[in-house]
């Protein structure tokens, strides 16, 4: 996972982890798409990210969103269910912020309250960090994890 | 019937079930008969104007139904429907 977020910085990367009783056991990139969801993006940020995100180019709007390619997205719930592994986890980096959910992440991620959320921070290059989350009803509460 | 798989986050609704089958004519006609059978799932993938929410993305079979007719495409007896909520976010610049 930081390997491919640090393919994609300055971007912000995502993806997801399958697998089976808690333990991952499948990775899926996905493209983020951020850039080409305009009327997404209104749907789900504030106002002021809006104004900030239509001031942007595309390439710099994925330095500070992500919006996972449902195309992306669906090919590997295909593959997840072909493999009988379950969605675990969503990950996404924070280029230059730190590993905790950001307000939008905040809002966002709670379409999905029953998986974690990692959050991947290259902020110290030399040092990056992965928290976990899982976010429900505007908190966002970690939960710690084991490197297998 | 209609083969429906609900997403992760939906499973609540649907007593944990990921796979569920309801008759249906077209999406539209689809969601109501899922929402009677499982209270509530219209409120997720509908806003208050009946009209697919943004962040939820309905395939029928390997076609997202935004590129065929949206709510109004046809469905038939054996076609597969999956509901994809979008996973997004930002960080905290502008925020
Ligand atoms: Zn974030």
Known sequence: MIAHARELAPHECCGMLAGKDGRVTHHYKIKNVVATKEEGVKALFD???????????????????????????????????????????????HPISPARPSPTDIKALALYPDICHIIISLQDPKAPAANAFRIANGTATPVPYHIL | MVK??????????????????????????????????FPGLKD????????????????????????????????????????????????????
Request: hydrophobic share 35%; charged share 30%; glycine share 6%.
């Open chain 2, 44 to 95: 997720r993938v509908c806003d208050d104007k009946g009209e697919i929410r943004r962040f939820v993305n309905i395939y029928l079979n390997e076609e997202d139904i935004r590129f065929l007719k949206g709510k109004h495409t046809p469905v038939k007896d054996g076609d597969e429907v999956s509901i994809v909520p979008a996973i997004a976010g930002g960080c905290e610049q502008g925020a």
């Open chain 1, 47 to 93: 106002e002021a990210k809006i104004t900030t995100l239509e001031q942007m180019t595309s390439e710099e709007r994925a330095d500070i969103a992500f919006w996972m390619d449902t195309k992306d997205m669906f090919a590997a719930q295909k593959d997840m269910r072909a493999n009988s592994v379950e969605l675990l986890a969503s990950y996404h980096s």
């Open chain 2, 4 to 37: 429906v798989r609900i997403p992760t986050p939906l499973r609540t609704l649907t007593g944990g079930k990921s796979e569920v089958e309801a008759p249906a004519s077209d999406i539209q006609a689809l969601i109501e008969s899922l929402n009677g059978q």
